[in-house]
Each structure stands twice: as structure tokens, then as C-alpha cells.
């Protein structure tokens, strides 16, 4: 089969490209999150905290085990512009011996974790999850040329039908079993989409081979260990909190800092993942590079920042109308680490930036850094101070995180540059807070509304808030090109749709 490659995009076409490329992933992200948020709702709701955390220990290894072998198939795909037969057999061949490593170091330790938890469903959860990465394995790494041509709209379609299908198994068995099997087996199927779909939409027939080895790991080694070490960082919460405080403690914290990393991480990540394969196309334009970075920096700041500390001011409501009662506990993990994922989103194409360049073994040195200090950081914060212990200490850490300059050394410029290129934003969101935490509570009226009326009350507000302070700097500077100025042509195109002026 002979493998078809297109040229880098014209500079001129490259902005226009990658921003419908952000909008394909936006949308088919928002689809998934829409449905993925009504599995949520549903499955919390017929199923204790208990068995959300027995599952969450489960899943979150398959990621653990799965960060630590990641060799970057779509990055790889993505950085060799160039790639051949020989490239993407290789890279299938170590994705699928990683897929069935992975699983087979599940079942092999599934009776050691039930014991360690002293739980027997463990045994039978982590059997289940084994599946999953040898799915994920026997991915077609072609499918990925679509994202390194910025051709998004057909991971739209399969980001669609996968999530479509995964809830449709979930709900469907929560309702008539009541079971957390439900989490597992939607998981299950929504990955066989995804598998199926990679290769009907990108017909290619992988062989195994070991061709290109040194050219993958010449890129991935460093990647693989970024995934093993960011895995270390996002996921090991849960597990200790299992360990020290039981599966309910840990299922409740999950589901919070799931949320809270929802919302920012649904806006950001269509803009990240759109912004890597145009960095990639400007290798060797180290200033053209660094500009468009830091106006991803300003558009992720005008929507992901935002949006993730208003969603912080509206937590106990919104986590009382969508989850009930019994998952009141999560409310503070919300409160505290949702504006922390707000400002994490303004560094999150960092990395990108980094793997556009080459640079994977700062990202590395980086995350070795944070996962060193964190981990014996979040031990003693739950041992010594329990469940509020953890949510003060990953909010902090989350904070240190952010502090950790990645960007300076990948640029060679100043720290403060990603923050100078989201001021407006980050004034308009002080607006916003100041709004929610100062003035609001003293409007009697709001405060004795019943619960919807006052959230959609609180939501209205407060973006009304946001926007006003953000386009009122945006004229006090002169009105200079920006998000500020799409956003404004784009209401004022839509104002003259719909009056026909």
C-alpha cells in the first residue's frame, strides 16, 4: 500500500486551519462530554460512592500501566511529517506488545490488589479493565495522519459514535442491573468503536516490525517517560485514598477532581490538540513558533480559565441538581480545584510546544521534578489531615505545578509572558470572582431563589460579568487583534443572520 502524505499548509492558511480544526475537536468533544455527563449523572445516581471509588482504583491503573509504556503513536505520527510503511508498522508493533504487557500485568496482579484493599470485587474489576488496553493497542496508527494534516472531522465522527455507544451500553446495564459493571463494560465497548472506526474510515493493514525502532524511540523514549511520570501525578490519588480511607472517600474525591478538571479541560484541549500539528508544520520558525504559542495562551485564558473558576462558584448547586445529595462531600474538591485546573489551562499547550521542538526531555525533567515532591506531599496530607487534607494538598501542589516553568525553557523567554498574553482574562476573571464572593451574596433575591432558578441565575451573572469586563479591556487597549475580536465579529455575523440587516 502506498502511503500518501500532504505538504505543510501555506503560513497563510495555517491560523484559518487549525482553528477549524479546534472547532471539529470542540465540537465532537462537547457531544461527548453532553453524553458523558448524563452517564455520569445516571450511573452516580444508581450506584453508591463506594463502587464509583472500587471502579475508579481499577481504571485509573489501566491509565497508570498505560502512561508508563505510552510511546506517542498520534504525537510520533504527528512529528514524522514524513512518516512511511516501515514507521507506522513499528509504531503498531510496540503499541500492541504495550497493549497486552499492560493487561496481562492486570490480571496477574488483580489477586494481589483485592487483597491489598481486601476487597474480592477488586480481583474481578481489574480482570474486566484488562480488556481495555489490548483494544487500545490494535488502534490503526494511520488514523492518526487525519490529526497530523489537521483534518479533525473525522475524529468528530468517531469521537461522536465511541462516547454514543459506551453510554448507551453504561446507562442501559446501571438501570436494569445496577451494577458498576456498567462503568466497566460501557468502557469496553465505547474502545471496540474506536478500534473498528480506525480502520474503516483509514483503511490500512499494520504488519509487525521493528524497522524504525531507533527513529520512534528517538522521539518517544522521553515521551514514554513523560506519560509514565504525568500518570504517576494525576492518578495515584484515588489508589491512596483508597488505601488509607476506604473506596467511598476515594470515589467521592474522583468524581470531584474528575469534575473539576471537566470543565477546563474540555475548552483547552480541542485548542491544544489543534495547536501541536500547526507548531509542528513551523519547525525551524523558532519566533513564528513562539508567537502563535502564546496566542493559543490567549484564547485558552478567554475560555478555559474562565470557565473553570465560575463553575468553582457554582459547585454546591450544580453538584446538588446533577449528582443529589449523597455526593455532597465532593463540593470542596470542586471549590478548591477547579480554579487551579483554570489556571494549569493557560500552560496546558506547553507541552505541545516542547514535542513540536523536540524538547520531551525537559517535559520529562519537569514532571520528575513534580512527581518527587508531590507524592510524599499528598501521603502526609492525608495521613496526618485526612480527606481535607488531600483536596488543600493537591490544590496547592496544582499550584506548584503551574510554577514549574516549562516555558521558559522551551522559548528562552520570560515566565511571565503566557500571563502578559492572558491579562485581559485573568482581570476579567478577578471581576467574576469578586462578583460571586463580595457583591452577589448580599442580593437577598438570588440567595431565596429555589435551586435551578438560582443556578441558571448565578450562570447568567456571572458570564455576564466575565464578558463585560473582557470586552471592556479589550476596547481600553485599543481593540488589538485577539480571541476578543473573533468572538466580536462572530456575535456581530450572527446579529445580522438573525435580523437580516
Request: hydrophobic share 55%; no cysteine; glycine share 10%.
Amino acid at each position: 500500500m502506498t502511503l500518501t502524505h500532504q505538504s505543510p499548509p501555506d503560513p497563510p492558511e495555517l491560523t484559518s486551519r487549525v482553528a477549524r480544526g479546534a472547532a471539529w475537536i470542540f465540537a465532537g468533544g462537547m457531544f461527548a462530554r453532553l453524553l458523558g455527563a448524563a452517564n455520569t449523572i445516571v450511573v452516580a445516581r444508581l450506584l453508591v460512592p463506594a463502587d464509583i471509588g472500587l471502579v475508579a482504583v481499577a481504571v485509573l491503573a489501566v491509565q497508570l500501566l498505560q502512561g508508563f509504556s505510552d510511546i506517542g503513536v498520534s504525537q510520533a505520527v504527528v512529528k514524522f511529517r514524513d512518516a512511511d510503511r516501515d514507521d507506522l508498522d513499528t509504531l503498531f508493533t510496540l503499541s500492541v506488545l504495550r497493549g497486552f504487557a499492560v493487561a496481562l500485568l492486570l490480571v496477574v496482579s488483580a489477586p494481589l490488589v483485592a487483597a491489598f484493599y481486601n476487597d474480592p470485587r477488586m480481583a474481578g474489576v481489574f480482570l474486566g479493565v484488562a480488556a481495555a488496553p489490548v483494544i487500545s493497542g490494535l488502534i490503526n496508527p494511520r488514523f492518526f495522519e487525519f490529526e497530523r494534516d489537521l483534518h479533525f472531522s473525522r475524529e468528530f465522527i468517531l469521537t461522536v459514535l465511541n462516547k454514543f455507544i459506551g453510554v448507551i451500553v453504561s446507562v442501559t446495564i446501571a438501570i436494569i442491573f445496577r451494577s458498576y459493571w456498567a462503568i466497566i463494560l460501557g468502557m469496553l465497548a465505547g474502545g471496540l468503536v474506536q478500534l473498528f472506526l480506525s480502520y474503516f474510515m483509514r483503511p490500512f493493514l499494520p504488519r509487525f516490525s521493528f524497522k524504525s525502532i531507533k527513529k520512534v524511540f528517538g522521539f518517544s523514549g522521553w515521551l514514554t517517560g513523560v506519560s509514565f511520570v504525568a500518570a504517576l501525578n494525576n492518578k495515584l490519588d484515588t489508589p491512596i485514598l483508597a488505601r488509607f480511607m476506604g473506596t467511598g472517600s476515594a470515589g467521592v474525591y474522583f468524581m470531584g477532581s474528575q469534575l473539576s478538571d471537566m470543565v477546563a479541560g474540555q475548552l483547552a484541549q480541542p485548542l491544544t490538540r489543534a495547536i501541536y500539528p500547526g507548531l509542528a508544520t513551523m519547525q525551524g520558525e523558532a519566533a513564528r513558533m513562539r508567537r502563535a504559542f502564546l496566542h493559543g495562551v490567549a484564547a485558552l485564558g478567554a475560555i478555559a480559565m474562565p470557565a473553570a473558576f465560575g463553575f468553582a462558584f457554582i459547585a454546591e448547586d450544580a453538584t446538588a441538581l446533577l449528582l443529589g445529595d449523597q455526593w455532597a462531600r465532593a463540593v470542596p474538591v470542586i471549590q478548591f480545584l477547579a480554579p487551579v485546573a483554570g489556571l494549569q489551562s493557560l500552560f496546558y499547550a506547553t507541552q505541545s510546544y516542547a514535542m513540536a521542538l523536540g524538547r520531551t526531555r525537559l517535559v520529562f525533567i519537569r514532571e520528575l521534578i513534580y512527581f518527587l515532591i508531590r507524592l510524599p506531599i499528598f501521603i502526609w496530607a492525608v495521613m496526618a489531615y485526612g480527606f481535607e487534607g488531600a483536596i488543600l494538598a493537591a490544590a496547592g501542589l496544582g499550584l506548584f505545578h503551574v510554577a514549574l516553568a516549562l516555558y521558559t525553557r522551551v522559548s528562552g523567554g520570560g515566565f511571565w509572558e503566557p500571563l502578559v498574553a492572558a491579562r485581559r482574562s485573568l482581570l476579567a476573571t478577578s471581576a467574576m470572582a469578586i462578583w460571586f464572593l463580595v457583591l452577589q451574596p448580599g442580593i437577598a433575591p438570588i440567595e431565596h431563589l429555589s435551586l435551578i432558578p438560582r443556578l441558571i441565575a448565578d450562570i447568567v451573572s456571572g458570564g455576564a460579568v466575565y464578558g463585560a469586563a473582557l470586552m471592556g479591556l479589550w476596547v481600553a487597549e485599543g481593540r488589538p487583534s485577539g480571541v476578543e475580536r473573533n468572538l466580536w465579529q462572530a456575535a456581530r455575523a450572527f446579529g445580522k443572520r438573525l435580523t437580516g440587516v
